[in-house]
Structures are given as C-alpha cells and as structure tokens.
C-alpha cells in the first residue's frame, strides 16, 4: 500500500532528485519536440545578483537566445517560439522598455546571415503596431530576408499577450460571422487556432520556463492547452546548450497522453 501511495504521489514523472544529464546524442535517439516555446526569465535578478544594471542581464541573455537557437536547430527543432517582450513589460522603466527594443536590431544585425545560412525562417507574433518603427523594421527585414527559408521556425512573440491575441481573434470570427462569410457551425478548434497570431504554426509540444517562476504570465494560454512544462531555477542569462538538453530530455521522459490514458 505504502508503495502504491509513492507511486501515485511520484506519477511516474520525473522529480527533481532523479534528473539525469543528457547528451545530444541521448536527446537526438529519443523523440524531439517539434515546437519548443521558452519564457526567458531571470535577467533582472541576474544583473542584480552580479551589481549590475538590470539592462546587462538582458543584453547577456540576447546571446543565450543565439546559443539556444543555435543548439535547438542542430536537434531538429520545426519552431522555437521565445517570449522576448510581453504586452505587460511596457510597465517597465522607459530606459529598460527602450533598451529592450534595441535588442532585435543588435541581435539581427550580427546574426540575421547566419540565421539565412541555417536555413532559419524569422517570425513574429504580438501587436507590431505598439512597436518603434527601428524594432519594427529591423524584424520585417528579417521576416523579408528569410521567408523562403524552410528549416527551423524562430518565433519571437514581441508585444504579445495571450489574452490580447484571444480576443482579437473573437472579434475577427464575429466580425466575418457577421458578415456571412463564417457559419456558427463551423466555428471548431481549428478555425478558431487559425485565427490567432500562430496561425498554421502547430502548438508547443514543450514549454520552459526559467528563473524559478511556476506561472504562464500570459503566454500562449490557448496553443499551450496539451504542452508538457518544465521549469527550471536557472536564471536565463545562465541557460546553457546542457540546461536545454535537460529539458528536451525530461520532456523525453515523460508519457503524452492528450486526455487519454
Ligand atoms: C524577463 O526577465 C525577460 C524579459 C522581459 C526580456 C527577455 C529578452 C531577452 C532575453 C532578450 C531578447 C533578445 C532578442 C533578440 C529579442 P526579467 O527582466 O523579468 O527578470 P527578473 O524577473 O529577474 O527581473
């Protein structure tokens, strides 16, 4: 009985005594998530905890951001979706808001060839209206220069909020329903995905996030419904190829079973 109690209570997953290290070629014999989502967390407290302005831990973790679209793309990886500005961080000092949509610029115009030499396609989901013109541009421009690509997917959501993306797709489909160019009737899952900022990009099989925080901040909330989460007390300017392995590895262990049993 005692042994049935601690299996139910461990349900088989992983805890957090048990982690094991993978390699990329342990990750690479298993299953690979096809759409990896990261919440890139931790930037601030890492700057703090070095004394340092807090704008040094997201300059720092720009370069994480090529390391790990450099590692998930070796995997095999179809999309990595990154959390890179959310409708909420305008609350933020105007210094750190403006440092902040710096960052694409810095981090395209050093990377954007490699980006087109890997076969990487860029896109974006989140409000582009509420962007600088120079974000906006510096974006387009690689939107532009890689939309023929037909390798990994690298999905920066940037003035993105889940709720704000739901809502709009609402009015959308009520807008068109309207109109009668969408029936009640067909109005499914489905259609309703297709409306929202993703449009044909499928869900997060995976979803990380960083820093220790257990909670979703407005992410994703319809495409994440069936993703596996793993969440990590690394600070993301610390995520290194072996902390996304680690991921990809525990996402590996665990059973996907959609409702089913
Ligand atoms: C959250 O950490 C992080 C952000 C709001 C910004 C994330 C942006 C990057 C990692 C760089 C993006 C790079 C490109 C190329 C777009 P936080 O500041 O909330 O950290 P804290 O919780 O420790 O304060």
Do not use: C
């Not at 096809?34 to 703090?48: L, P, Q, S």
């Not at 421009?141 to 939309?147: M, S």
């Not at 999905?155 to 068109?176: C, D, T």
């Not at 290194?240 to 990809?248: N, R």
């Amino acid at each position: 009985m005692l042994n049935l109690l601690k299996n139910w209570k461990n349900n088989n997953q992983p805890q957090a005594s048990d982690m094991e290290s993978y390699t990329k070629e342990d990750v690479l014999n298993g299953h690979v998530p096809e759409h990896i989502a990261i919440i890139m967390d931790g930037n601030g407290r890492w700057a703090k905890k070095r004394a340092l302005p807090r704008v040094a831990g997201h300059h720092e973790g720009m370069k994480v951001v090529k390391n790990t679209t450099r590692i998930a793309n070796q995997l095999g990886v179809k999309i990595l979706t990154l959390y890179a500005f959310s409708t909420e961080n305008w609350k933020r000092p105007k210094f750190e808001v403006d440092f902040l949509m710096k960052l694409p610029e810095e981090f395209l115009s050093t990377y954007l060839p490699e980006l087109v030499e890997e076969n990487v396609q860029v896109r974006i989901i989140g409000d582009r209206t509420g962007l600088p013109d120079h974000t906006l541009r510096a974006i387009e421009k690689a939107v532009i220069d890689t939309k023929n690509n037909t390798g990994m997917v690298l999905n920066f959501a940037l003035n993105y909020g889940g709720r704000k993306e739901i809502i709009r797709a609402v009015k959308s489909i009520a807008e068109q329903t309207k109109n009668g160019d969408i029936e009640i009737d067909e109005i499914d899952e489905e259609l309703f995905s297709s409306y929202l900022m993703t449009e044909s990009l499928q869900d997060p099989d995976l979803l990380i996030r960083t820093s220790g925080e257990i909670r979703l901040s407005n992410f994703m909330l319809w495409q994440i419904a069936y993703s596996e989460f793993v969440f990590t007390d690394v600070l993301w300017p610390d995520f290194k190829d072996s902390h996304f392995l680690q991921a990809v590895g525990e996402y590996q262990r665990r059973a996907r079973r959609y409702g089913g049993v």
